[in-house]
């Protein structure tokens, strides 16, 4: 049975580095036991932050053997600074030696597959699908999760038909309501296939989401609920995001 944990520290900081030790626990722990890993990786302020604090912690972790995936992207043109994968690039991905067909970037609005969202979403459901063994989608040993003010998690937001997705794991977004509009993001079906799955979340801005989700707000409301792993869900939170749980 999953087992959700709720982590306080004192500051963003101290959260960064508690992630960052339990995700080389988690895997390494991975690698020992079957030779490789498998992480999805998140944007936002904190989660390059982990990024950037995994990157000086780089030599615990064989990155070769690690298979990197994205929660979601920004569906822009190559190389743009918005995408996850541009920022994931920069923070860690570029100072690793991951292994470059073990990271799946999902397609840019320039890319092979032209400019059409759907067909984008749909080559990336293909590729996760193939590296599962008949399975949608990978059992991810961590998705990292960042949240935003009203909950939303990747790029599912409230009241949307992605967050209310319930069979496909990757869908298109086209009126996203924070710029910009068109992305690309796994559902919660695709969320809920992690082993581990942690929210990453700092600030007070977003302690009453962070209250509704732990409080079992309906996922449609506050996505964040909605978002549970398979063996652990780990809220990372700062004293901020932390400050209305007493309420709960």
């Given at each position: 049975m999953s087992k959700t944990s709720i982590l306080q520290y004192l500051d963003a900081q101290a959260l960064v580095d508690a992630a960052r030790s339990r995700f080389v626990e988690v895997v390494t722990a991975a690698q020992?036991?079957?030779?490789?890993?498998?992480v999805v990786l998140t944007g936002g302020g904190t989660g390059i932050a982990?990024?950037?604090a995994l990157r000086d912690d780089s030599g615990s972790i064989d990155w070769g053997k690690v298979d990197i995936?994205?929660?979601?992207e920004r569906f822009l043109p190559s190389g743009d600074p918005e995408r996850n994968e541009v920022?994931?690039?920069?923070?860690?991905?570029?100072?690793v030696d991951v292994h470059p067909d073990r990271v799946f970037r999902m397609a840019a609005s320039d890319g092979p597959h032209g400019s059409d969202p759907e067909v984008a979403a749909a080559a990336?459901?293909?590729?996760?699908?193939?590296?599962?063994?008949g399975e949608p989608t990978p059992a991810f040993d961590i998705h990292l999760l960042g949240m935003g003010g009203e909950g939303h998690i990747n790029s599912l937001f409230p009241h949307t038909d992605a967050v209310r997705e319930e069979h496909s794991f990757v869908v298109a977004v086209e009126n996203s309501p924070k710029p910009p509009p068109v992305r690309i993001t796994l559902t919660l079906p695709a969320v809920r296939r992690a082993q581990h799955v942690w929210l990453l979340v700092s600030g007070a801005n977003k302690a009453d989401a962070v209250a509704a989700a732990v409080g079992g707000a309906d996922s449609d409301e506050v996505p964040s609920a909605g978002a549970l792993g398979t063996e652990a869900t780990v809220w990372f939170l700062d004293s901020g995001a932390a400050s209305k749980l007493d309420a709960v």
């Open positions: 020992a036991e079957r030779g490789s890993a498998s982990l990024l950037e995936y994205f929660g979601d920022q994931a690039s920069q923070a860690l991905l570029d100072h990336y459901a293909q590729i996760l699908h193939s590296r599962s063994e």
